[in-house]
């Protein structure tokens, strides 16, 4: 496996485990807090449910993101 190829598959890998984890950790919060993004319809929960998903998601990316960068600046010796 190329460096290229190692490096690709960890920025892909990282990126889904941080939405997936994300997601999840926002899902568990909502349905802690009585939103239910499965609920029949589309009330006031599931609504409010669905952006917490969405919201948790990303903020899951964005922190595999974050973390990939102080990642390579280590491995690089930037301060």
Known sequence: MTTD???????GLSDAIGFIGGALVAFWLGRFF????FAEGYGNSAIAGIVMVGIG?????QLARRWRRAQTKKRS???
């Open 57 to 61: 998601g990303g903020l899951g990316l």
């Open 77 to 79: 010796g930037e301060p």
């Open 34 to 37: 009585g939103f239910d993004i």
């Open 5 to 11: 190829t190692r490096s690709l598959l960890l920025e």
